[in-house]
């Protein structure tokens, strides 16, 4: 066995007066040498564990603070290969520090992306036992997947509101298909009028909560307002249910709750009174952007290239004058409602900080362009919204319920039985790009505001078309821009599985299932297996093979168009790559068995012929355009692209033409995208100087 690491907490600086027993030490390691690291302590936020680990320390009444208990460590260190050795090299050997070992506990998703974790002062045995009472999560074959589970037990939670474990019930989802089964409620559940009341009364809210995004013990999802709800204040379904607590556990959790101002969370706890925890999160305007993956989505749709630039040509506009005369309209869409109020106080004049203020939101969105590689035009008609079932079951598919929060005057011309776009991203999928109806208003519709109210009827769900999403927190695009709905027809992708593919992997599932239970009859193998493969996991996380699917991705929608068969299936590979349905060496081998088509696809220039797949689950409004119903002439050569090199160096070469097959749009995508691309560069620079020169 290696010998522990071992921390100087000489350096490490003191917490305020009064706040030690809410900070744990943190550790951030720049380096693999030995003292390539730096301690400092940062406060403890209250989760699911940490509720849970407290409540254990009163009943046990000895043992050391929770401050005592756990740390924190992050690996900040490049290249990426010589940081997951380190990092593996620190969680196997476990940090020594107090006198006192601690091993690697777990992180949340958000932690992961940061390549932060947390580690514990308790035997590997012990972390194990104490992750069991939320459940058998290391059921779960997949690693990623159950990694995905315990980090529900990082999520942050702080102030509490009342609530009583028998006041809500858990049903079955509403499941329906023609060749598959399909959850039309997958993770949404109902609140009652009198739950929602409760929400507004303790946040003091001047309106009533439509959908709240909630966490309750190992239930997680979205809560639709259902008027007719009056058995119990809130109605899970078994979709919501992640994970299923011990005994021991009984009588204590969480609960997230999202509205359109906030989000929630809550819990009961065995030693003082039953109580809701939460957050809340400003979020009432959220206008939705276009990048240029979008773009080239809606122009592969046949969206114009006008109406595109248009767009972005009004968003450039109102960034520039927007410390003189756009200043009121930017924020009045944008829901900057406090900063307008400040313009009118002061006789519509903008001067002093008024003028630092609006320059502060310019530079913002002038950064996020940037981060965004440029193309990010915003689009007035349209919100970011959570997505919700429908709750009484009235919509048909195709249709959809929508009631944003607008000035009056707007409201009043909001297009009731119009086409909408809604989508989800990332989207890499031209077919994700769905089209949808507003229905005009219905009894107690009007009661829903700020959330998408989707079908429960239907082929298959309009949040899993829309890049496999679902209504557990998913967001989604929503717009009612004319100009903006797409002429082509195009049939979503299907993420699920083939029903081949689920019948190969029920007997690995019955093996492994029947394997663990040998295991765990004869010793304590299969615990410090779970603990390894966790650790392993952590240690050797990268974002790497999804780039890379991404990178070809983008190469073959350069060169043959976001509808070509080797972009369809890259699709599908990000999808698994962020769902953890597919590891990472399976993605990386399917995608090494790719290259041959991936390079045609490059050196034909015009897409391949589409699969076609289980057409008769769709209505004749959403199949797909025959191909004579699409005209315009082959998509020509690429020109340049300083991104996508080998593209732009095979461009340069003599392509076989193409006659047989007409492309999409008059004009070719990969032109349209490429004009906007470069047209946000030179904007974002030419700002960029001018601010520059302003403050010299």
């Known amino acids: 066995m290696a010998f522990h690491l071992c921390i100087d907490l000489s350096t490490a600086d003191i917490p305020p007066s009064g706040e030690g027993e809410n900070n744990i030490i943190h550790v951030q390691f720049y380096g693999t040498g030995r003292d390539q690291y730096k301690v400092d302590h940062e406060k403890l936020d209250s989760t699911l564990l940490t509720e849970y680990l407290k409540q254990d320390k009163q009943r046990q009444r000895d043992g050391p603070d929770l401050n005592q208990k756990l740390m924190k460590l992050t690996f900040n260190i490049t290249p990426t290969d010589e940081a997951n050795t380190f990092c593996r090299s620190v969680l196997e050997r476990g940090i020594f520090c107090r006198q006192r070992s601690y091993f690697f506990l777990g992180h949340s998703d958000n932690q992961l992306k940061k390549k932060s974790c947390y580690l514990m002062r308790a035997s590997h045995e012990e972390i194990h036992e104490l992750l069991s009472q939320f459940g058998d999560l290391m059921e779960e074959r997949k690693v990623g997947k159950r990694a995905r589970k315990i980090g529900m037990l990082f999520s942050p939670l702080n102030k509490a509101m009342p609530f009583s474990a028998h006041e809500y019930r858990v049903e079955p989802d509403i499941k329906r298909g023609v060749f598959r089964s399909y959850t039309f409620t997958d993770g949404c559940g109902f609140m009652s009028p009198k739950f929602s009341s409760e929400v507004q009364g303790f946040l003091k809210l001047d309106f009533q909560p439509s959908a709240v995004q909630v966490r309750y013990r190992g239930i997680e999802g979205m809560l639709v307002l259902k008027e007719d709800l009056t058995e119990v204040k809130v109605q899970f379904h078994n979709s919501m249910q ?39 999160i400003l979020a009432l305007y959220v206008n939705g952007y276009l990048d240029t993956r979008m773009v080239m989505l809606l122009a592969d749709r046949g969206v114009t290239s006008e109406n595109l630039e248009d767009l972005q040509s009004g968003y450039h506009e109102l960034l520039e004058g927007m410390c003189k005369e756009t200043a009121e309209y930017f924020l009045r869409f944008k829901g900057e409602f406090r900063l307008l109020q400040d313009i009118l106080d002061n006789d519509n004049r903008i001067d002093g900080s008024i003028k630092k203020r609006l320059k502060l939101l310019r530079k913002q969105e002038l950064d996020e362009m940037e981060r965004a590689a440029y193309t990010r035009i915003i689009v007035p008609e349209s919100r970011v919204v959570f997505a919700v079932c429908d709750p009484y079951n009235k919509l048909k598919y195709g249709e959809c319920y929508f009631d944003p929060t607008m000035p009056d005057d707007e409201a009043r011309g909001f297009p009731a039985g119009q086409k909408f776009v809604v989508t989800r991203n990332p989207c890499y999928h031209p077919g994700d790009v769905r089209v949808l109806k507003l229905t005009d208003k219905k009894q107690w519709y009007e009661n829903l505001r700020d959330c998408l109210v989707l079908p429960v009827k239907g082929p298959r769900p309009h949040a899993f078309e829309c890049s496999g999403g679902n209504l557990g927190g998913d967001k989604f695009f929503v717009s009612w821009d004319k100009n903006l709905i797409p002429s082509v027809k195009e049939k979503p992708c299907d993420y699920l599985p083939t029903v081949a593919a689920k019948n190969r992997e029920a007997p690995a599932k019955s093996v492994s299932k029947v394997s663990s239970k040998f295991k765990r009859e004869s010793n304590e193998s299969k615990e410090l297996k779970d603990r390894e493969e966790m650790l392993e996991y952590f240690a050797s996380f990268s974002d790497e093979i999804p780039k890379r699917i991404e990178g070809e991705y983008m190469k073959c929608a350069t060169a043959a168009g976001p509808s070509s068969k080797e972009c369809r299936q890259l699709s599908k590979m990000l999808y698994q790559a962020a769902n953890f349905t597919e590891d990472t060496g399976t993605l990386q081998k399917e995608l090494e068995q790719m290259e041959p088509s991936i390079s045609s696809a490059l050196f034909s220039g015009s897409p391949n012929d589409q699969d076609v797949e289980d057409a008769r689950e769709y209505s004749e409004e959403e199949r797909p355009a025959p191909e004579h119903e699409i005209t315009g002439s082959s998509r020509p050569p690429v020109t340049s692209s300083s991104v996508y090199e080998d593209v732009r160096e095979y461009s340069k070469e003599k392509r076989p033409t193409k006659t047989s097959r007409p492309s999409r749009p008059s004009v070719s995508g990969y032109e349209i995208w490429e004009k906007i691309d470069k047209k946000a560069k030179d904007f974002v620079e030419r700002m960029q100087r001018e601010t520059q020169k302003s403050v010299v």
């Open 242 to 280: 992640k994970f299923a607590l011990q005994p021991r556990s009984q009588g204590w959790g969480r609960v997230t709750l999202g509205t359109r101002l906030m989000s929630l969370q809550m819990t009961t706890c065995q030693n003082y009174s039953t109580s809701l925890m939460l957050w809340i």
